[in-house]
């Protein structure tokens, strides 16, 4: 079969022929791909800040936001028949009797960094015509969400980020409503993340760089979504433009800069949610007496957060059938093109636009 797979040490990305896989577990389910999303992440893994091969292999293949099609089905498995369209999850948990995450089922919160994941660390991606997952790691989904559903895995970043936002809001038991958020960036994680946050009821605004009119800006505001640049709108003035301070920050840029200047806008008992790695060197100067007065002083909490679990996953199915609901055509509208396997190399450099998406298939239904 063919799958786009990365080779070491060269790091050249190629459509390799490979073996078809085959079921070695009755609890294990064969997947015919039919789409695979294209991140940051693929191109930290060709820049080679990411990326390492199965055990005694030469070449990872990639890929590790994916929608398929169940083709075959081990006697064990339950929930799963011949036809049904999943989504897999990306990280297997580390062997590691010491780490409690990972033996309670939360390789998410994985304390040992040796757990693997599927197109990034240690275990082949679903950038392939057909891959096999145990029935565990697959999550159904309803076959309306067939041209959106790639957008799963992008999206369990912001449910993994608003489950832990409940638990530490829950220190504020007289607040009776979501207030305000703002999102940092404008690319998938950040429009997904919108989204999210607006069906959790907080007004919305997406704060990023370009100016309008351009195409993220355009998918923001016909959300319901306002659109800022920082361009043309700096962080003091924000605060301002938005009629006050906000009380979460969802930051999806990787850009440290913006991350830490966005503290000016948040109100106290506010939340900084940090999704992005940093991509690029850039100066930071930090003034340590000022930040930690603005979180110690003000009760606000940032954290970090990364991957996600099986009920983010579940979670994500769910909000997709949600927006679709609410703002029809909008999820199809964050899938800029499509391409064949043979240019995942290109899509990964490519410049513009917001989500790309490699398909094994024609595009249907």
Known sequence: MKAVAITFPSREVRVLDVPEPRLHSPTEVKV????????GTDQEILK????????????????H?????????????????????????????CPHTRCPACRHGHPDFCVTGDYTERGIQGAHGFCAEFFVEDAAYLHRAEDEL????????????????????????????????????????????AQLGAMALMRAGYETTVYSRSPKPNEKAAASESMG????????????????RLGGGVDIIYEATG??????????????NGVLIFTGVPGREEPLELHGDEVLGQLVLGNRVMFGTVNASDSDFSAALEDLARFRA????????????????????????????????????????
């Open 32 to 39: 015919r791909t039919l789409e695979v999303g294209v991140c």
């Open 48 to 63: 080679g800040d990411h990326g390492v091969a199965p055990q005694g292999e030469d070449h990872l293949i990639l890929g």
């Open 65 to 93: 936001e994916c929608v398929g099609e169940v083709v075959e089905v081990g006697a064990h498995v339950q929930g799963l028949k011949v036809g049904d369209l999943v989504v897999p999850r990306v990280r297997r948990p």
């Open 146 to 189: 067939r041209g959106v559903a790639v957008l799963t895995e992008p999206l369990t970043i912001a449910e993994k980020g608003l489950r832990e936002l409940v638990h530490i809001q829950s220190r504020l038991p007289w607040k009776p409503t979501p207030g305000k958020a703002l999102v940092l960036g404008a690319g998938p994680v």
């Open 225 to 240: 979504v306002p659109y800022v640049s920082s361009k043309e709108v700096t962080v003091e003035a924000l605060k301002q």
């Open 255 to 268: 850009a440290s800069k913006v991350a830490f200047d966005s503290l000016k806008v948040l109100e106290e």
């Open 326 to 365: 609410r703002w029809p055509g909008k999820l199809e509208q964050l899938i800029t093109q499509r391409h064949p396997p043979s240019e995942f190399a290109k899509v990964v450099e490519a410049k513009g636009g917001i989500k790309h998406v490699i398909t094994f298939q024609e595009h249907a239904r």
